[in-house]
């Protein structure tokens, strides 16, 4: 079992900055990787961001390479996801996710299936 809980969501101008935090618990971890998601209403949940725990190897999704950055503190066992020059279409509620197995293939991380524990987001709205 792993619980994850996010923080730091909030309203933004376009162009500024947040950062998102998770903080994970629980007897099955660490974790082999977590990651970032993010979904809008009527939409699917989409791949933001991911890291191997033990690693620190990422993974970022097109849409945000150069402006969203995952990163971890092993002695907080909390994950990060900061995220820069905002843009109103990264409004969404943002998914902290636990990987609790190991994952093979890159294109893994990528996949929300992949994600056994998830905590209940975090709302980023960015004002134009």
């Known amino acids: 079992q792993v619980q994850v809980v996010e923080s730091g969501g909030g309203l933004v101008q376009a162009g500024g900055s947040l950062r998102l935090s998770c903080a994970a618990s629980?007897?099955?971890?660490?974790?082999?990787?977590m990651g970032w998601f993010r979904q809008v209403p009527g939409k699917e949940r989409d791949f933001v961001a991911a890291?191997?725990?033990?690693?620190?190897?990422?993974y970022h999704a097109d849409s945000v390479k150069g402006r969203f950055t995952i990163s971890r503190d092993i002695t907080k066992n909390t994950v990060y996801l900061q995220m820069n020059s905002l843009q109103p279409e990264d409004t969404a509620v943002y998914y902290c996710?636990?990987?609790?197995?190991?994952?093979?293939?890159?294109?893994?991380?990528?996949?929300?299936?992949?994600?056994?524990?998830w905590g209940q987001g975090t709302q980023v709205t960015v004002s134009s």
């Open positions: 996710a636990a990987v609790v197995k190991s994952l093979y293939s890159a294109a893994d991380f990528y996949q929300k299936g992949s994600y056994g524990y």
């Open positions: 890291i191997r725990w033990s690693a620190g190897s990422t």
């Open positions: 629980g007897r099955s971890f660490p974790t082999y990787a």
